[in-house]
Every structure is written in C-alpha cells, then in structure tokens.
C-alpha cells in the first residue's frame, strides 16, 4: 500500500490558497536540481530542522532539528512547501505549460514536433496522476492527488494561479543535455535515433532533433505569458546562477502572490545548494543526485566535463538562433550576441 492519498490539486477556480498547486517547470538541464534542493533546504530550516555542511561541517538551522533525509529525499515532483510559501506543494520539473493546449494553434509546428526523448511534459505524459509522489511531507503519506485536466484550466480561470519557466541559453542546454544523455542509466537517453549516443557527433544531436524538444516546451510558455503576463513568468537560469538570492526571492514572492520568504534562511539554503556541496553529497549517496548515475557519473557534472568550446562556435550558435527565429521564440528573452541575432531578426522582419 502506498499510502493514503492525501489531497486532490488543481479542481477548482474557487480553491483555498493552500491547495493551489504552483507550477515551477525547467527545461531538462536549466537548475532543476539547484532548485529543488535550494527550496527543499529552505523548506527544511523553515520547519525548525537543520542540515550539516558536508565540506565545512557547519550546522545550519536548530542544531536540535531533525537532519535532512538525503536518502529518502527522491525529487518530487511535488514539493511540501509550507511554511516557506502559502501553498502546500508545488511542482518542480519538466512539463509543457499548463493551459497552453487551449492556445496551441497559434504555433502552427507545436503539435506535429515530438519530444525526442520522454521527459519534457511531466503532466501530460500519462502517468499515474491519482498517486503522484511527495517530497518533504513532513508525514508518513507520500503521495497525492493531481488532476491535469483541471491544471490545463486553472491558468484561465483562476487569476491567482503562478506558473514560472527556468530556461537556459539554447545551445548550452543542449550541451549539458548531450552529456547527461550519454550516461544516462535509462536506454532511452542514451539512443538517438538508431544509435548509440556516445557515436552520435555533438551538432547532429543539437540540430537533429534536440533543439525541436527545447522550442516546443518554450514556447508553451512564450505563448502563455503573453496571454497571461501576470500568472506566467520566464526566469533565465542564467541569471538566476549569477543572482541566486534576488532571483530567488522574487521567484517565490511571485509564486506566493508576493509573499515574503526568510532572506537569511533562503541565503543558507542557496550556499547549500552550491555545485561543490551536492557533488560531496553525492559521493556521499554513492549516485546522481537524481539517481539517474553511478557516482562516477554525477549529476552535478563539472564544465571540463563538457562538450569543448570549439564545437560551439559562432556557426552553431548562429544555426541555433536562426532555427529558433524561424519557429518563432522571442529573441528578448535570450542574451544571444548582437551581431548573430540582429541580422537574423531584421532578416525576418523584412520578410
């Protein structure tokens, strides 16, 4: 028995506060685990509990708290998130935007692109909604409820409902996913097309059908968020690596619907978030921190482990931006060079 279902998100227009589900999606590789750490860290002090620095030995919060489970903690998707925020979870992961199937018409492409590998669209992708797991219950029920049909109408009929994108630069993500990829401890990573990855060149994986899942998860949200500019916000994983206190904290005001967070808490949790910790926990853990790798192969992967900077160069990068110009992604969104973006961009509008 996997325990008692314990709440039905997503029903109503007219539900309390607390039973709101927020939606805080990434796109694979763009700080979906710095973020459910960051949160489930704060989320942990908050309740009175306390985490010990594995590389300085520091005790964060009460030194009388109950430790952080790490061997429990599984990555949602859904997140107890009381009393940091004024809802009781919220969802951390990869998923097309909820309400977006009502506007999708508009991006003539969207429906016949396929995601080239599972994982993109968590809520509409078929599984098990009336047993979706829990982290951080706080209780021994950790499982809930969800109905994404009334997901895909809460964005339309509840003005307090907050969604928010992480996205990262195209071509970087797509470099980091390239590598996850290649070790990925599920087949369907690690296969591209008929063939092995590891025999599958860097830019044939980019533009032969990688970057067609990035747009088309996008642009879910472009779409939205110009419906629905005050439910639906973009945050770059860029700029939320470079500020991750004030990116942060505006991120959960607004999925709080301006609710405040404890700065000092939040800065703990963001320094115990850093790449350095987690790859010592998951040394400690003895795989990925999503459980996808060996230990060898760690989810928090250094940059030398990355494709090298001469395969993207400024042809890449311009074939990148070109093909997401074409299919419509708005160019203000990304910090993309002037002198690749502007002529493309001109290039369009002339035509």
Same mark, same amino acid.
């Given at each position: !028995?996997?325990?008692?279902? *314990?709440?039905?998100?997503?029903?109503s227009?007219?539900?309390?506060?607390?039973?709101?589900?927020?939606?805080?999606?990434?796109?694979?590789?763009?700080? /979906?685990?710095?973020?459910?750490?960051?949160?489930?860290?704060l989320?942990?002090? @908050?309740?009175?509990?306390?985490?010990?620095?594995?590389?300085?030995?520091? *005790?964060?919060?009460?030194?009388?708290?109950?430790?952080?489970?790490? $061997?429990?903690?599984?990555?949602?998707?859904?997140?107890?998130?009381?009393?940091?925020?004024?809802?009781?979870?919220?969802f *951390? %992961?990869h998923?097309?935007?909820?309400?977006?199937?009502?506007?999708?018409?508009?991006?003539?492409?969207?429906?016949? /692109? @396929?995601?080239?590998?599972?994982?993109?669209?968590?809520l509409?992708?078929?599984?098990?909604?009336?047993?979706?797991?829990?982290?951080?219950?706080?209780?021994?029920e950790?499982?809930?409820?969800?109905?994404?049909?009334?997901?895909? #109408? @809460?964005?339309?009929?509840? =003005?307090?409902?907050?969604?928010?994108?992480?996205?990262?630069?195209?071509?970087?993500?797509?470099?980091?996913?390239?590598?996850?990829? #290649? /070790?990925?401890a599920?087949?369907?990573?690690?296969?591209? %097309?008929?063939?092995?990855?590891?025999?599958?060149?860097?830019? =044939?994986?980019?533009?032969?059908?990688?970057?067609?899942?990035?747009?088309k998860?996008? !642009?879910?949200?472009?779409? !939205?968020? #110009?419906?629905?500019?005050?439910?639906?916000?973009?945050?770059?994983? =860029?700029?939320m !690596?470079?500020?991750?206190?004030?990116?942060?904290?505006?991120?959960?005001?607004?999925? %709080?619907?301006?609710?405040?967070?404890?700065e000092?808490?939040?800065?703990?949790?963001?320094?115990?978030?850093?790449?350095?910790?987690?790859?010592?926990?998951?040394? $400690?853990? %003895?795989?990925?921190?999503?459980g996808?790798?060996?230990?060898?192969?760690?989810?928090m992967?250094?940059?030398?482990?990355?494709?090298?900077?001469?395969?993207?160069?400024?042809?890449?990068?311009r074939?990148?931006?070109?093909?997401?110009? @074409?299919?419509?992604l708005?160019?203000?969104?990304?910090?993309?060079?002037? $002198?690749?973006?502007?002529?493309?961009?001109?290039?369009?509008?002339?035509?």
């Amino acid at each position: !028995m996997r325990g008692a279902v *314990i709440g039905f998100f997503g029903l109503s227009p007219s539900q309390s506060r607390s039973q709101r589900l927020l939606i805080l999606a990434t796109i694979p590789r763009s700080g /979906t685990w710095f973020l459910r750490y960051s949160i489930s860290f704060l989320c942990h002090l @908050a309740g009175g509990g306390r985490i010990d620095d594995r590389l300085t030995g520091e *005790i964060v919060g009460a030194a009388s708290g109950a430790p952080f489970d790490f $061997e429990r903690f599984a990555g949602g998707p859904l997140f107890r998130v009381r009393p940091a925020l004024p809802s009781d979870h919220l969802f *951390i %992961g990869h998923t097309v935007c909820p309400g977006f199937a009502r506007v999708a018409a508009e991006v003539p492409w969207w429906r016949t /692109t @396929a995601f080239h590998v599972p994982g993109y669209d968590y809520l509409h992708d078929g599984f098990d909604y009336d047993w979706t797991p829990i982290d951080l219950t706080g209780a021994p029920e950790p499982y809930t409820k969800i109905s994404p049909q009334a997901l895909d #109408r @809460a964005p339309w009929d509840d =003005e307090d409902q907050r969604i928010v994108l992480v996205y990262r630069d195209p071509l970087n993500q797509l470099d980091s996913f390239y590598h996850y990829s #290649r /070790t990925h401890a599920h087949g369907a990573y690690r296969i591209f %097309g008929e063939r092995n990855l590891g025999d599958v060149p860097f830019r =044939e994986f980019a533009f032969g059908g990688a970057i067609a899942s990035y747009a088309k998860q996008f !642009m879910s949200y472009q779409v !939205m968020a #110009r419906h629905l500019p005050r439910q639906v916000k973009l945050v770059s994983y =860029e700029s939320m !690596m470079a500020r991750p206190l004030d990116v942060l904290r505006d991120l959960l005001g607004f999925l %709080g619907n301006g609710a405040r967070v404890d700065e000092d808490l939040l800065g703990s949790a963001i320094a115990l978030a850093r790449p350095e910790h987690l790859r010592a926990i998951e040394r $400690e853990l %003895g795989r990925s921190l999503d459980g996808t790798h060996s230990a060898r192969h760690g989810h928090m992967r250094p940059p030398s482990a990355h494709t090298a900077a001469a395969d993207i160069d400024d042809t890449a990068h311009r074939l990148a931006v070109e093909w997401l110009l @074409a299919r419509g992604l708005d160019p203000k969104y990304f910090s993309w060079p002037a $002198e690749v973006a502007a002529p493309l961009a001109e290039a369009r509008r002339a035509s």
